[in-house]
């Protein structure tokens, strides 16, 4: 049932995406509820990513050049199934640079919608974004572990 409704098109009418970063001073969180996408793809632009202090947002959109790198993308390659664990593939694109990843998922399909939930880590060095460093004590680790919800429902024709 979950790859016969995967094949379908549908759209993504929710979705969260958080991530998790180490830092010498004080962990935080980074978090946007402003998703869009369908199945093959999904975008967050970096200006839409919440880590509840204003200056700690502006270093992260200079980090991230998001002038110039304004969105985050998944491009779906596929998915498979073994013993029960789903895999997703694709490519993560940020920062102007391209990688294929493959990350654990867990999907829920019914008959007109989908929910994917993943967790995975990403190395901000891999995509050519230097980890920030603060008056040479304040570091953030190159590691940042991402949390993603996205709810996909069918393309609704009108007869």
């Known amino acids: 049932m979950i790859l016969a409704f995967l094949v379908q098109a549908v759209l993504l ?4 995406i958080r991530f998790d970063a180490k830092a010498s001073v004080a962990d935080f969180q980074g978090r946007t509820t402003v998703v869009a996408g369908t199945l093959e793809w999904v975008e967050v632009r970096w200006a839409d990513i919440d880590t509840k202090n204003g200056t700690r947002n502006r270093h992260m959109l200079k980090t991230v ?4 790198f304004p969105v985050i993308r998944f491009d779906l390659a596929g998915t498979t199934a ?3 664990q789903v895999q997703v593939r ?6 102007g640079v391209s990688h294929p990843v ?3 998922a867990v999907i ?5 919608s989908a929910a994917v939930a993943a967790d995975f880590p990403v190395d901000m060095r891999d995509y050519g974004i230097k980890p920030p460093v603060k ?5 953030m680790g190159p590691v940042v572990q991402v949390h993603v919800r996205l709810v996909f429902q069918k393309n ?3 007869g």
């Open 102 to 104: 493959e990350w654990p």
């Open 156 to 158: 609704q024709t009108r």
């Open 135 to 139: 008056f040479v004590i304040a570091r």
């Open 65 to 68: 050049d998001a002038e110039h």
């Open 82 to 84: 073994d013993s029960g």
């Open 90 to 95: 694709g490519t993560l694109t940020m920062h």
């Open 108 to 112: 829920h399909a019914w008959p007109d």
């Open 13 to 16: 009418t929710h979705g969260e």
